[in-house]
């Protein structure tokens, strides 16, 4: 199975600061039709998941600009321009491209300093 | 709009099987796959499986390959996970989760249910 390992696992930020998290996978998430089937989610306190960035670098519906995804083949990031208080949860990078084994990182848990 | 809702909350002894359902509104049923994950408490998340809603074939991560089954009724939006030869292992909260709004070609999970927490306790 592809392995995707975050860093940090936890991150301290102070609110209008900016964040960022690392995704690296075991193997290449470059699809033949060009595309980077990693996608970024956030899971905030007793809360389901919700999507925030998909094939690498597409903010989501509805997901404020502050956040942006970039990377390519096995090295993925999130920013975050500025944090807020809402932005606080686990953080999950997920690949999509390696079927049946489909698989997310071990999350990294932001909170407000 | 979309929504997945999924049944309630359920308790069963080590050995028992677990049947979780989810119900889709608002969009094309059989036009989008439905995936399962799953999340212990305090851990990450886990992807298990997914099942092609219109054909009714599924797929599922090697780790459950033998004690789970997705199935669907297309007469009534509804998928169901079930998995059997529970342990306490398997007590978590179950996500189905669906790429419906998301654009072509991605995949990503655009859409989650509620979550059904699966105590196995005896």
């Known amino acids: 199975d592809i392995v995707l390992t975050q860093s940090p696992l936890s991150l301290p930020v102070t609110p209008g600061e900016p964040a960022s998290i690392s995704c690296r996978s075991s193997q290449s998430l470059l699809g033949s039709d060009g595309y980077n089937y990693l996608d970024w989610y956030l899971q905030k306190p007793g809360q389901s998941p919700q999507l925030l960035i998909y094939?690498?670098?597409n903010r989501a519906s509805g997901v404020p600009d502050r956040f942006s995804g970039s990377g390519s083949g096995t090295d993925f990031t999130l920013m975050i321009s500025r944090v807020e208080a809402e932005d606080v949860g686990v953080y999950y990078c997920?690949?999509?491209?390696?079927?049946?084994?489909?698989?997310f990182g071990q999350g990294t848990k932001l909170e407000i300093k | 709009q979309v929504q997945l809702v999924q049944s309630g909350a359920e308790v069963k002894k080590p050995g028992a099987s677990v049947k979780v359902s989810c119900k889709g509104s608002?969009?094309?049923?059989?036009?989008?796959?439905i995936h399962w994950m799953r999340q212990a408490p305090g851990q990450g998340l886990e992807w298990m499986g997914r099942?092609?809603?219109?054909?009714?074939?599924?797929k599922y991560a090697q780790k459950f390959q033998g004690r789970v089954t997705m199935t669907r009724d297309t007469s009534i939006n509804t998928v169901y996970m079930e998995l059997i030869s529970l342990t306490s292992d398997d007590t978590a909260f179950y996500y189905c989760?669906?790429?419906?709004?998301?654009?072509?070609?991605?995949?990503?999970?655009?859409?989650w249910g509620q979550g059904a927490l699966v105590t196995v306790s005896s």
């Open positions: 608002g969009y094309m049923f059989i036009e989008y796959a």
């Open positions: 989760a669906g790429s419906i709004s998301v654009p072509y070609p991605s995949k990503a999970f655009d859409n």
């Open positions: 094939l690498g670098s």
């Open positions: 997920f690949q999509g491209l390696h079927t049946p084994a489909y698989t």
């Open positions: 099942l092609n809603t219109r054909s009714g074939d599924a």
